[in-house]
């Protein structure tokens, strides 16, 4: 029966080669809205929307809103752009046999959006922290994520007794150098397409695209600035596919379906008319 399922799962494809899918996260509210948590929370700590892209409710977090900080939520055009990313994979076919997410708020609810547009709900998402981006980007304090019972009790589909490649208490070098942040990435996606077979999806960030594909198609890590530039070209809820050939060796192919791409629309100030 399980057979059965994978040929049919595989029909919409054109290969039955396995696949990696890399998806960045959509957008953030930080951002968007720059300092948006002074404004958007009264003194009991209750959400106060200031804008219709703003997320209607945000859970509660253990140290109060400033958990926000480094951890923010989606945008509700954040929301829309990973639901048109899980509607495309089910167009294309696209099936997945695991699922894998940073820890990362904005990273898990991208990753939520997705799958249930894909019609794939039933697929529990395992918190990997090792996907989490570069650490040298947070050298005055690290995220206070989201604990796997808070994500549970929030809604989210979370795999609880997953056993991480890379534990969140070790992910705390924020000296972090590019390679290091390369190899990081890179011993998470070998490690991963090593234990779980069939279709596997990463949702990430930006750079993961790059550092968890490149060394597993052979290239070596790219240098600081050469990653810097690579980075700004991986915009919202992008994603990178990487294909097993029958010899075993990896390499990137096309994704099956198109990107994604809109203007921006500032926020609309009424007064200007009263001018």
């Not at 109060?64 to 945008?75: I, N, R, V």
């Not at 954040?78 to 695991?98: P, R």
């Not at 990487?242 to 099956?256: D, F, H, K, R, Y």
Request: a positive charge; hydrophobic letters at 40%; one cysteine or more.
């Amino acid at each position: 029966m399980k057979s059965l399922f994978r040929f049919l799962s595989n029909m919409g494809d054109k290969s039955v080669n396995r696949k990696l899918f890399i998806m960045r996260h959509a957008e953030r509210v930080d951002f968007t809205f720059g300092a948006w948590i002074p404004s958007c929370f009264d003194k009991e700590g209750n959400f106060i929307r200031k804008n219709l892209n703003m997320p209607l409710s945000v859970p509660k977090r253990k140290g109060g809103p400033m958990d926000f900080f480094k951890d923010c939520p989606l945008t509700r055009v954040g929301l829309l752009q990973a639901t048109l990313t899980g509607e495309a994979m089910k167009l294309a076919g696209v099936k997945f046999d695991h699922v894998f997410c940073s820890p990362s708020l904005r990273c898990v609810e991208t990753c939520t959006n997705a799958l249930k547009a894909s019609d794939q709900t039933y697929l529990p998402i395992n918190i990997e922290p090792g996907l989490f981006e570069w650490l040298s980007w947070y050298r005055d304090g690290m995220p206070k994520w989201m604990s796997l019972e808070e994500l549970k009790n929030y809604g989210f589909n979370i795999v609880m007794d997953y056993e991480p490649i890379i534990k969140a208490t070790d992910v705390t070098n924020v000296k972090e150098s590019s390679e290091e942040y390369y190899m990081r990435n890179y011993l998470v996606a070998s490690k991963l397409v090593e234990k779980y077979s069939g279709n596997l999806l990463f949702v990430a960030h930006a750079a993961s695209l790059d550092t968890c594909s490149r060394q597993l198609t052979g290239k070596p890590p790219r240098k600081e600035q050469d990653l810097l530039t690579i980075v700004p070209k991986a915009t919202y809820a992008s994603v990178a596919v990487v294909e097993q050939l029958p010899n075993g060796s990896w390499q990137l192919t096309e994704p099956p379906f198109p990107p994604l791409m809109h203007t921006n629309n500032a926020s609309f100030e009424w007064k200007i008319l009263l001018e």
